[in-house]
């Protein structure tokens, strides 16, 4: 059974960092881009960025490019998002999916996890 | 970027209703439109890819259209449980945008 587990979201201040990560199983992670998404409370979804199989390529919105970083540990099984200079506007939940092979669609999501930028 | 237009932005529709749901990509997309449903509180699940192929597991009510800039989700008979919000998204290039989203709500 697939499994996404996203873990690291809490309350930080503007301008500070976090990093999310996300647990997968249940599937051969190093087979599949990963992709992270976001939602702002109330809000529709947003696309963050997305990462190949073997840590490459990499892609990002503009409003994260140069703050967020995505990278992947695939013998951890492990996706994950490393946020800087932390705005309002970052507030969301954050999933991570699994994209799938035999399309350009996230096949799996994870639950989601919270992050909230304020002081 | 690619902008992506919902419409309606929400409706009202009853048991046993034909619900469609229009997209709109701000240039051409070829097929790369994908049809995510969400419930409050849960995470997004994929409907449709490649604009008119079913994900596995999902009912065959669900259907799905369109190619180039206009596409649609048709829901043949709405059920009980449909009753969400709906997100296309076109996945041709990136970024990957989303539509503002469809809320099917309960007449």
């Known amino acids: 059974e697939v499994q996404l587990l996203e873990s690291g979201g809490d309350l930080v201040q503007p301008g500070g960092s976090l990093r999310l990560s996300c647990a997968a199983s249940g599937f051969t992670f190093i087979y599949y881009a990963m992709t992270w998404v976001r939602q702002a409370p109330g809000k529709g979804l947003e696309w963050v960025s997305a990462i190949g199989g073997g840590g490459s390529p990499t892609y990002y919105a503009d409003s994260v490019k140069g703050r967020f970083t995505i990278s992947r540990d695939n013998s951890k099984n492990t996706l994950y998002l490393q946020m800087n200079s932390l705005r309002a506007e970052d507030t969301a939940v954050y999933y991570c999916?699994?994209?799938?092979?035999?399309?350009?669609?996230?096949?799996?999501w994870g639950q989601g996890t919270l992050v909230t930028v304020s002081s | 970027d690619i902008q992506m237009t919902q419409s309606p932005s929400s409706l009202s529709a009853s048991v046993g209703d034909r619900v469609t749901i229009t997209c709109r990509a701000s240039q051409s997309i070829s097929s790369y439109l994908n049809w995510y449903q969400q419930k409050p509180g849960k995470a997004p699940k994929l409907l449709i890819y490649?604009?008119?192929s079913l994900q596995s597991g999902v009912p065959s009510r669900f259907s799905g259209s369109g190619s180039g800039t206009d596409f649609t989700l048709t829901i043949s008979s709405l059920q009980p449980e449909d009753f969400a919000t709906y997100y296309c998204q076109q996945s041709d290039s990136t970024p990957w945008t989303f539509g503002q989203g469809t809320k099917v709500e309960i007449k």
């Open positions: 490649d604009a008119s």
């Open positions: 999916a699994k994209r799938s092979t035999s399309s350009r669609a996230d096949d799996f």
